[in-house]
């Protein structure tokens, strides 16, 4: 069984389209997080969530908003795309805190946009 | 400020030799980690190291801390071709329960 998984793997859309991704974790982690990684591998924290309640939101446009509908699900929804919006996002969970203890990551999903 | 810092952004070694690999960051830490990506793939937690803790090991890792100088290495002995991907440090900048900090991470190239 897969820990944390992430749908779809890839996604290719155009400009000003609006996409949505989704992720869910069989662990039975009370917090989890969207991080993005750009082309040059740089990986940035997007969303922390904590029980449903969001903990972090990192200066990110407010065409991103992810919703959490229970503890193991936290969907990334995406409107009116960008070219920049292209790299490759990763759904994670821990127990609790991110900063002393293991966070298991997806495999990720990359979306291009043209 | 960006954490985590590592070098080198690349190294290429032969099977059986080791990898050494160094990551800065800036601001005071609670917890410093070490995390594998294989390309295409997502990240793998490898180590975790306390501030009060200056070297740990795991299998073939072992990690140092270097709280003064704001650093730590990660040396991979006896390499294999399947130690081939990226390793990031990731550091919790400033106190932050809820987030890592990233650094660019290295690409370790291990020639068979």
């Known amino acids: 069984d897969t820990a944390v998984s992430q749908t779809p793997k890839y996604l290719v859309t155009q400009m000003g389209n609006d996409k949505s991704i989704k992720c869910e974790q069989n662990?039975?982690?009370?917090?989890m997080y969207w991080y993005k990684q750009d082309s040059k591998k740089f990986l940035k924290i997007m969303f922390s969530?904590?029980?449903?309640?969001?903990?972090i939101n990192e200066t990110v446009p407010n065409r991103f908003s992810p919703k959490s509908p229970d503890k193991a699900h936290l969907n990334l929804h995406i409107n009116s795309l960008e070219l920049g919006d292209s790299a490759v996002y990763f759904c994670?969970?821990?127990?609790?805190?991110?900063?002393?203890?293991?966070?298991?990551f997806g495999q990720g999903t990359r979306l291009t946009v043209v | 400020s960006q954490q985590g810092e590592e070098d080198p952004q690349a190294l290429s070694i032969q099977e059986g030799e080791n990898a050494t690999m160094n990551c800065s960051y800036k601001?005071?830490?609670?917890?410093l980690q070490w995390y594998r990506q294989n390309s295409g793939r997502g990240l793998v937690h490898l180590i975790l190291?306390?501030?009060?803790?200056r070297e740990k090991h795991s299998g073939r890792l072992r990690v140092t801390l270097d709280t003064s100088k704001k650093s730590s290495s990660l040396l991979i002995t006896a390499s294999r071709a399947a130690d081939t991907a990226s390793y990031f440090c990731?550091?919790?900048?400033?106190?932050?329960?809820?987030?890592?900090?990233f650094g660019k991470g290295t690409l370790l190239t291990v020639n068979p």
């Open positions: 994670a969970s821990s127990q609790v805190f991110i900063s002393n203890t293991e966070a298991f």
């Open positions: 662990l039975g982690h009370d917090t």
């Open positions: 601001t005071s830490i609670n917890n």
């Open positions: 969530y904590n029980n449903k309640e969001l903990i």
């Open positions: 990731a550091t919790d900048e400033g106190g932050s329960n809820y987030k890592l900090t």
């Open positions: 190291i306390r501030s009060n803790e």
